[in-house]
């Protein structure tokens, strides 16, 4: 199987494109997406945040702290290390464009249901110190080489939506 890979000039081109849509727009294209292979996303590979949710207060906290104007935030996308499948759980890390601390929040990665449509995609765990909330992302390949992905927290809390979604993201799989 032949994997797209992009120049970096032209991984920029599809976040900048798809950063200009809602998030109805981007979750018309994630339904339209498929589970991808570890082969397609293998390496680092650039990112963006893109919508969050209007209706997740919670989300826009999240936002700020992880993707917002700070010093240590400036999140640039994601490495996938080790192979996943349905039966094997790799692993990644993710990349922060900045010099103090660039390689942090660690994950777990397999395919398996996305909790909002029950069709496969790719799971990206992540584990947080607090008892009450974990994180993960629910990923699709939208387009060869096109990872988009909903961003969601978990909440301990039983008087709080679970999943909460918070906003959604992209990587672009580039030549390495």
């Known amino acids: 199987m032949e994997v797209q ?3 970096e000039e032209e991984a920029q081109a599809i976040m ?3 950063q200009k ?3 109805d727009d ?3 294209l994630f339904k339209q997406g498929r589970a991808p292979t570890f082969k397609e996303i293998a390496g680092a590979c650039p990112g963006m ?3 969050a949710n ?3 207060t919670w989300g826009k906290k999240v936002w700020e702290v992880f993707y917002g104007d700070n010093p240590l935030a400036r999140w640039s996308g994601m490495e996938f290390i080790t192979p996943f499948d349905t039966d094997r759980i790799g692993t990644g890390i993710n990349i ?3 010099r103090i601390w660039n390689r942090r929040f660690k994950f777990e990665t397999f395919i398996t249901k996305a909790v909002f449509d029950q069709e496969p995609c790719l799971r990206i765990n992540y584990r947080f110190p607090s008892f009450q909330t974990s994180g993960f992302d629910d990923a699709r390949m939208i387009e060869d080489g096109v990872l988009l992905a909903q961003g969601c927290s978990k909440k301990g809390y039983p008087w ?3 999943p909460i979604f918070l906003f959604y993201w992209v990587t672009v799989a580039v030549e390495q």
């Open 5 to 7: 890979r992009y120049s």
């Open 16 to 18: 900048d494109r798809l």
């Open 21 to 23: 849509l809602s998030c």
């Open 26 to 28: 981007l979750h018309e």
């Open 49 to 51: 945040a893109l919508a």
């Open 54 to 56: 209007p209706e997740a």
């Open 96 to 98: 922060y464009g900045n």
């Open 160 to 162: 709080k939506p679970n």
